[in-house]
Antibody, heavy 123, light 107 residues
Framework: EVQLVESGGGLVQPGGSLRLSCAAS????????MSWVRQTPGKGLEWVSAISGSGGSTYYADSVKGRFTISRDNSKNTLYLQMNSLRAEDTAVYYC????????????????WGQGTLVTVSS | EIVLTQSPATLSLSPGERATLSCRAS??????LAWYQQKPGQAPRLLIY???NRAAAIPARFSGSGSGTDFTLTISSLEPEDFAVYYCQQRSNWPWTFGQGTKVEIK
C-alpha cells in the first residue's frame, strides 16, 4: 500500500525557514517523480515544486523560485522541501504527491497524496 | 501560465441526479487534463487522467471527456459519497495549474 506521510509543518515568523519531509513507502521511491502541492482557502491548489526520480531535475513555481529547494534521499525514501525567506502568503497546507508511471522524467499528474502538513507564517 | 476556469462554482443536486462539471483552459492543452475529488479534511484523490481515463478503483459512474480547451467531468448518478469539491489540473505546460474547483452539494 502506497503511503506518503508529511511532517515538519508549524508556525514560523516571516523571513524564517522550515524544512518539510515526506516519508514514502509501498512503492519503489526512486522510480517516480514527486511534487509538493499547497492549498490555501483563498487560492486553492497550487503546484509548488517537482523533482525527478533520480533527483537530477527540479522545477519550481515562480512564486517560490529562489526561496524553496526540493530534494530527495532515495536511500531513505524521503522527499524534502526546504523553505527559506517565508512570507505570509506561503501559509498553506503542503502536500507531497507521487506521479503515476510514465515514459518521461515527469508526467505532471498525481495518483497518491499525503495527508498534508500545515505551515503558518505569522508574527 | 495556463489558466483553468471551472464552472459552475457550486452545483446543487440530489442523489441519483447527473452532474456535469466544466473546465476550460486558456490555451490548448491537448488531453493533458486530470480531475480530482476532495472531501473536507482529506487530500485530493485522482479520478480521471489524460481527460478520459479513469484512475484505479474509480467507479464507472465517473467519466471525463474533451480535448484542446474544453473538458467535462460527468457523474452519471450521484451517490451520497460523491458530494465534494472537484478540481481539474493541466500537465501540458509548466507550471502545472489547477482550476479553482466546483463544489457539488446536496440540494
Amino acid at each position: 500500500e502506497v503511503q506518503l506521510v508529511e511532517s515538519g509543518g508549524g508556525l514560523v515568523q516571516p523571513g524564517g525557514s522550515l524544512r518539510l519531509s515526506c516519508a514514502a513507502s509501498g512503492f519503489t521511491f526512486s522510480s517516480y517523480a514527486m511534487s509538493w502541492v499547497r492549498q490555501t482557502p483563498g487560492k486553492g491548489l497550487e503546484w509548488v515544486s517537482a523533482i525527478s526520480g533520480s533527483g537530477g531535475s527540479t522545477y519550481y513555481a515562480d512564486s517560490v523560485k529562489g526561496r524553496f529547494t526540493i530534494s530527495r534521499d532515495n536511500s531513505k525514501n524521503t522527499l524534502y522541501l526546504q523553505m527559506n525567506s517565508l512570507r505570509a502568503e506561503d501559509t498553506a497546507v503542503y502536500y507531497c504527491a507521487k506521479e503515476p508511471p510514465g515514459e518521461w522524467l515527469f508526467r505532471g499528474d498525481f495518483d497518491y497524496w499525503g495527508q498534508g502538513t500545515l505551515v503558518t507564517v505569522s508574527s | 501560465e495556463i489558466v483553468l476556469t471551472q464552472s459552475p462554482a457550486t452545483l446543487s443536486l440530489s442523489p441519483g441526479e447527473r452532474a456535469t462539471l466544466s473546465c476550460r483552459a486558456s490555451q490548448s492543452i491537448s488531453s493533458y487534463l486530470a480531475w480530482y475529488q476532495q472531501k473536507p479534511g482529506q487530500a485530493p484523490r485522482l479520478l480521471i487522467y489524460d481527460a478520459s481515463n479513469r484512475a484505479a478503483a474509480i467507479p464507472a459512474r465517473f467519466s471525463g471527456s474533451g480535448s484542446g480547451t474544453d473538458f467535462t467531468l460527468t457523474i452519471s448518478s450521484l451517490e451520497p459519497e460523491d458530494f465534494a469539491v472537484y478540481y481539474c489540473q493541466q500537465r501540458s505546460n509548466w507550471p502545472w495549474t489547477f482550476g479553482q474547483g466546483t463544489k457539488v452539494e446536496i440540494k
